[in-house]
T-cell receptor, first 113, second 117 residues
Framework: AQSVSQHNHHVILSEAASLELGCNYS??????LFWYVQYPGQHLQLLLKYFSGDPLVKGIKGFEAEFIKSKFSFNLRKPSVQWSDTAEYFCAVANTNAGKSTFGDGTTLTVKP | NAGVMQNPRHLVRRRGQEARLRCSPM?????VYWYRQLPEEGLKFMVY????????ESGMPKERFSAEFPKEGPSILRIQQVVRGDSAAYFC???????????????FGPGTRLTVL
């Protein structure tokens, strides 16, 4: 069975600080990887996704993530956060056949102005 | 092209009543997924449906919960005899028909927030 682990439940940063949110998964097969963001009171939005190819994936709003197969990791990064990045971030994994995604428990990011 | 639509956005029920949550997938999407988000937790998969078929219901509680995706109309998640522990946000996602081994991204709706009094 797939599982996803997000290392930090709550991260607090000041504006302009760099961000890295950890995500590790367990699944032996080929996977598709996602990061979603959920702003307060809103629904999930896709930040970025990895299906194949270049393991460094660039998403919206300056976010990027690196797939390291040997470490089963897909960490999310942003060089300089803004107050508007305050939200909850979810890492998700799916195998390459259509079907469910397995989500991590989420990391709440608070950016102080 | 409208996104995934869910209604109602907020639903309040008393213990023992029934809750019906609706999900209209994006146009052209024939796969629907239901997830539940409990307070302070991530999304947990409940069920995956295609038109008139349940493909994977491994995340559905054994009792009181059912889901359908009829040939016509929205997908329905039905919770009978609700209890306080059913209070959560229920999200629906849809994806288009897959081809071969390619995986299609899931698009999420705004969710239905169920409160059981």
């Amino acid at each position: 069975a797939q599982s996803v682990s997000q290392h930090n439940h709550h991260v607090i940063l000041s504006e302009a600080a760099s961000l890295e949110l950890g995500c590790n998964y367990s699944y032996g097969g080929t996977v598709n990887l996602f990061w979603y963001v959920q702003y307060p009171g809103q629904h999930l939005q896709l930040l970025l996704k990895y299906f194949s190819g270049d393991p460094l994936v660039k998403g919206i709003k300056g976010f990027e993530a690196e797939f390291i197969k040997s470490k089963f990791s897909f960490n999310l990064r942003k060089p300089s956060v803004q107050w508007s990045d305050t939200a909850e971030y979810f890492c998700a994994v799916a195998n390459t056949n259509a079907g469910k995604s397995t989500f991590g428990d989420g990391t709440t990011l608070t950016v102080k102005p | 092209n409208a996104g995934v639509m869910q209604n109602p956005r907020h639903l309040v029920r008393r213990r023992g009543q029934e809750a019906r949550l609706r999900c209209s997938p994006m146009k052209g999407h024939s796969h629907v997924y239901w997830y539940r988000q409990l307070p302070e937790e991530g999304l947990k998969f409940m069920v995956y449906l295609q038109k008139e078929n349940i493909i994977d219901e491994s995340g559905m509680p054994k009792e009181r919960f059912s889901a359908e995706f009829p040939k016509e109309g929205p997908s329905i998640l039905r919770i009978q005899q609700v209890v306080r522990g059913d209070s959560a946000a229920y999200f629906c996602a849809s994806s288009p028909l897959t081809s071969g081994s390619s995986y299609n991204e899931q698009f999420f709706g705004p969710g239905t927030r169920l409160t059981v009094l």
